[in-house]
């Protein structure tokens, strides 16, 4: 698992107690105001030290910071931070980098839709995946899938618009795959 994972990881575990995540929505809700121990008590009907406790747990994952006056404050910061790292350790984060028009058929990291068939952005959707997949030689069917479906749900339609763009070239018997199109 890489840094950003793991900590993206950490934050999750930590938000996972639904008092944690309620203390944080309830920082989140006041704002720059911030939220005293007591007040924290109050709103989750929790004893003074057991709201203590959510808070340094808030504060300890880097979620929320506390002051000298005794406010706590959330920092969604962390949370964007983590997401954006995340992002950008996605396999074909690099790819994409190199085509910023397709960046909204992808969340973070994962193709979520295709461009209609006949549309400039079908063909360059096309070729990012054949960069992506980087074929040298002969594939299965299945080897084929196995790439594919690390950044794509919808398997079967991509490798058919890989076959239907000329960048994959399918056998006969629709069994192995071999590149088509060499990058200019």
């Known amino acids: 698992m890489s840094a950003p994972a793991a900590h993206a990881a ?5 938000l996972s107690n639904p008092l944690r995540l309620r203390a944080l929505a309830e920082l989140l809700r006041h704002g720059n105001n911030g939220v005293s ?3 924290m008590s109050i709103y989750l009907d929790l004893p003074k030290p057991e ?3 959510l808070l340094g747990r808030l504060v300890g994952a880097g979620l929320a910071t506390g002051t000298g006056n005794g406010d706590f404050r959330a920092r969604v910061e962390v949370l964007r931070d983590a997401a954006q790292a995340l992002d950008k ?16 058929y992808f969340s973070h990291g994962r193709l979520t839709s295709l461009p209609p068939t006949m549309s400039d952005r079908y063909q360059q959707i096309a070729e990012l995946f054949a960069r992506f997949l980087a074929v ?5 069917e299945d080897e084929v899938n196995t790439r594919i479906a690390v950044v794509a749900d919808d398997v079967a339609a ?3 618009m890989l076959v239907e763009t000329g960048w994959l070239e399918r056998d ?3 069994s192995s795959y071999g590149s088509a199109r060499t990058f200019a």
Do not use: C, W, Y
């Open 158 to 160: 991509v490798r058919r």
């Open 51 to 53: 709201a203590g406790e």
């Open 37 to 39: 121990i007591n007040e």
């Open 10 to 14: 950490d934050l999750l575990m930590q």
């Open 136 to 140: 040298d030689g002969i594939l299965t």
């Open 172 to 174: 006969r018997a629709g």
């Open 89 to 104: 350790a996605q396999p074909i984060a690099p790819l994409l980098a190199n085509f910023p028009q397709l960046k909204s």
